[in-house]
């Protein structure tokens, strides 16, 4: 399920996939293939499975989260007796804001696939939270200094570093997080559970898998140049040229678990109603969140031969996102914006529906 995005020819798709795999960097220095939960200790779980080709295994360390190390984190209370809704509402052509975020620091660390064990992964760019490493936890996070416009959200965004060469590239500024509903009935969204995690992507992924991806919007991008499963060989040498790419998260939860072992199976993406053009969640995962777009732009352009990610090649983007919003902002943020069917900026005004007010003060907080 695709946002937005642009008529790609025959020819561009084809070269794009011309790419070759080349094998790229997984998550290293700890082996992530513990042994598997016993089926009766999480029955049900396998019903909503990753189909992906590569996936991430449960840490085998216990944390604040996970006290037994199994990678399952059962949500409290956990959400049953949803069905995915069908209904059609009023068309709203938006049902978004922003919560845009900047850079705060870079680190080697992953709190979701690598808890408690810092240096286990690749180069990781932190946005959010500024505490976030790999001893991050629910408690950890929640109420943490933020870069985010909003004080009330202290989740941790990161995804893998940025290199040109030996440089490290870093986006400057505060990067454009979407939160907007992935379903057609976007008045059936409702806000993350505290404490929700999850991996967008994979590391280890081909080139075809990328651009397969149902979270691909449009690419690596620069100039004139869309739909680049790698990044481009070369981008204009304009100061207001910059490498960008935009990426959607899966949005229906299985309302069980905030984590899972491979960090993906308790979310899905939103699927087709049959016979007709509508989004919705499919029955094992029925619960709409919001769905996150990552709009990342990083200040590199003119030859590009050097540019890298820290997990490899550019196909091998992906990213991570831990919840520890505020809740009485989050939810107030969702049911004005998404269910109510707006494009808000991160204060959630709607430019075109100034009548419809704003969510948030002049500071980002709720009045």
Partial sequence: MRIRGRTLSALLLAAALGVSALTVDAYTAVADGAAPAPASAHAGHAAGASTGAHVMGASAL?????????????????????????????????HEFQANCSVTHTAPDDPIVY??????????????????????????????????????????????????????????????????????????VRPFPKGLRFVVGSPMQSAQEF???????????????????????SCPSRPDVQLNIRFQAP???????????????????????????????????????????????????????????????????????FNAWEERTLKALVDHCIVGGLQCDT???????????TVLNADHRLP
């Fill in 115 to 188: 808890p408690g064990q810092p240096g286990a992964s690749h180069d990781h760019t932190f946005m959010g939270n500024t505490s976030t490493n790999a001893h991050s936890t629910t408690a950890s996070l929640t109420g943490g200094a933020t870069t985010c416009n909003a004080p009330a959200d202290s989740s941790a965004y990161w995804m893998p570093s940025l290199f040109k060469g030996d440089q490290k590239i870093l986006p400057v500024g505060p990067q454009v997080i979407y939160y907007k509903s992935g379903v057609t009935d976007y008045t059936s």
């Fill in 251 to 321: 949005s229906c939860w299985n309302g069980l678990y905030l984590d899972t072992p491979d960090h993906k199976s308790h979310m899905a993406y939103p699927v087709v109603k049959p016979g007709t053009n509508d989004n919705m969640c499919p029955a094992s995962h029925p619960v709409a969140l919001p769905m996150i777009e990552f709009k990342m732009a990083f200040p590199v352009n003119g030859d590009m031969s050097q540019v890298r990610l820290s997990s490899g090649r550019g196909y091998s983007f992906h990213y991570d996102f």
């Fill in 62 to 94: 216990p944390s604040a989260d996970d006290a037994d190390g199994d990678g399952y984190i059962p949500a409290v209370p956990q959400v049953t007796g949803v069905t995915p809704s069908d209904r059609t509402p009023a068309p709203a052509y938006h």
């Fill in 211 to 233: 651009r397969g991806h149902k979270g691909f919007v449009e690419g690596w991008e620069c100039g004139d140049s869309f739909f680049n499963v790698d990044f481009p060989a």
């Fill in 347 to 357: 204060r959630g005004y709607d430019l075109y529906h100034p009548e419809r007010g």
